[in-house]
């Protein structure tokens, strides 16, 4: 049975002295989707909505802001920008606070936050307190791009953990097609009053959201650390896709907690811990092999995933577009692209694999990005318009959106948030997210400055080699996790480059296992037939 295939089973017949073989037993069926999980991760991942929409937003809304303000640039690009720096402030203080009061109520403060961050934006007066909005609504943001992929992860069933954990993303496209949508339902509006309402509207579905969030569960891992065994197997039995598998998974987090596998007390007193001291540590100063690996895999894929949908309309008018209700219909275009690939993605998350997916995204962003370059070059340079490059441009900017909503998006929040280990996941989760954040921010206030000092078409042959260099660094440091539990994935990393080599031998060791370790299920005759029953003469 080493090799995997179905093997007939032998069942003596009385006055026979041969066998009549039946059909092997049929393997078992893959698990339906667990509704319920599904559920609670749409409504959690609903919070990258906020996320999403300012970014979609701004990008429209900073035309009319520069007009309305008659601000620089400069000033366009830390307003638009800066509320990645902001949400760092949010990020970094959602792990704690998500273990204080626990992740539900975590992302109900996030969409309290945005809600009050939107307000102010939506009745700022003048530059100042435009920007004080943007801090309190970046905070809200860092608190929601934390918090989504952890509680996902922790709620999401093995067989389908690669679809949820995909949905954050899903939901940033989501967001980003509400705010280009916004853009283009408000632009007919006196210019003072369009561009408030456009970031105005943002708090609206943070408070819906905040009303549905209170009828999720919490989340299981939560539950244990606070002692509650009874409501943790509640919830477990409602988002798994077994009884058996409910169990195995309360036991892993029973273990990390520090409780007795053989309790089973509907409420136990957990000792008084540290503030995430000693995770720090073992992050930062004490990181074993497989930890240091996690790290800069989960640190390293945030680093690379970095778009500049920001700017979609300054590019599109860098092309020759200059019709502003053009402009918003691409950009529009853009946001419903994003929001079909990334659909597709999710769907492929758990049959391609994550590598597959990952390898092939990146390699169609570095190549739309070298077209892209390459006839906005043209463009640029040319003292009359031309249509061919025109279409080409923006074909090359809906490709470049296609190829990164399909892979290197999604994956980006489902890897992340599934390498690190149970105990590190919240802080582990967070400096990936800070490094996301902080690449975005530096992006988003440095693109038009850098587009002005080597030429737009120079900035996207920059970013095409920066993609380059992430796709070395993805196909050598990155082993896949499809389908891989825990221990498997703890033993694929700490061995940096040679992770291929441990995938191999887990694989062999797999292969042994499974031959030998049939045990009492019965005796293998000569034939390869499994013998149920003795036949006695």
Known sequence: MADGKPQAI????????????IPAFDAPKKPKRNMY???????????????GYDIGVMSGAGLFIQKDLKISDTKLEVLMGILNVYSLIGSAAAGRTSDWIGRRYTIVLASVIFFVGAILMGFAPNYASLMVGRFVAGVGVGYAAMIAPVYTAEVSPTSSRGFLTSFPEVFVNAGILLGYVSNYAFSKLPLHLGWRLMLGAGGIPSVFLALGVLKMPESPRWLVLQGRLRDAKRVLDRMSDSKEEALLRLADIKEVAGIPEECNDDVVQMPKRSHGEDVWKELLLHPTPTVKHVLIAGIGIHFFQQTVVLYSPKIFKKAGITDQDMLLLCT?????????????????LDRVGRRPLLLTSVAGMILSLASLGMFLTIIDQSTKKLYWALALAIISVLAYVATFSIGMGPITWVYSSEIFPLRLRAQGTSMGVAVNRVMSGFIAMTFLSFSKAITIGGAFFFFMGVALVGWVFFYTLLPETQEKTLEEMQDMFGTFFGWRRTMRELEKNKRVTGTNGEGDQGNVNGNGQIQIGTAKN
Do not use: E, W
């Open 10 to 21: 032998g069942i003596p017949v009385s006055g026979q002295n041969n066998t009549t073989r």
């Open 37 to 51: 999980a599904f559920a609670c991760a749409i409504l959690a991942c609903m919070t990258s909505i906020l996320l």
């Open 332 to 348: 529009v275009a853009v946001g419903v692209v994003k929001t079909m690939f990334i659909l597709v993605a999710t769907f492929l």
